[in-house]
């Protein structure tokens, strides 16, 4: 297992389904590294967007790393849930990730992708989360890969405003 998150890039090794998947969600996951590296702690917890002040660069990367905590952990695998969000504080992990200093959060963030990247691999696309939705029913590995792609490019969106808003810096 490594830590860091691959070279960023979108192009598969292989035109297989598992790696398609896996490929695009490694370079979501770098490219939202991109997107904090070297900000300074300013930067890092500025939070430009006055309808959400909870949106900063440390908030969002720290959603990120426990949005697939959630979706891997405690609805693939069934395990108990130990998010820091609670009924009263939805939005804890944004509030604690804008007091983390942000290289903690970004080896936290590479950490967990290194396990979940080890963890997808040893289960089939089709295989079904333990846990169930609202609606009774329950996903399959294939579903929650293809949601945490579009959920980490979302989010990748908005660490492009949040960081050019801060600090000016662009792309990445």
């Not at 309808?51 to 660069?57: D, K, V």
């Not at 790393?65 to 405690?74: G, H």
């Not at 949601?147 to 662009?170: F, K, M, Q, S, Y």
Request: proline letters at 6%.
């Amino acid at each position: 297992m490594t830590n860091a998150i691959p070279a960023r890039t979108d192009r598969p090794t292989r035109w297989d389904e598992r790696t398609t998947l896996t490929t695009m969600l490694d370079y979501a996951r770098a490219t939202a590294v991109a997107k904090c590296a070297d900000a300074s702690p300013d930067t890092a917890t500025a939070a430009p967007l006055p309808g959400s002040p909870l949106m900063s660069l440390a908030g969002v990367l720290s959603h990120l790393r426990w949005v697939e905590y959630w979706w891997l952990r405690v609805v693939f695998l069934g395990e108990p849930d130990e998010a820091p969000w609670t009924e009263d504080d939805p939005d804890r992990e944004m509030r604690l990730g804008a007091r983390t200093p942000l290289a903690e959060l970004i080896a936290d963030y590479e950490e967990q992708s290194a396990r979940h990247r080890d963890l997808v691999e040893a289960y089939d696309l089709d295989t079904t989360a333990r846990r169930t939705g609202r609606d009774g029913n329950a996903v399959t590995l294939r579903w929650i890969l293809l949601h945490l792609v579009e959920e980490t490019a979302r989010h990748n969106g908005h660490l492009d405003i949040l960081r050019e808003l801060a600090d000016g810096t662009r792309g990445s």
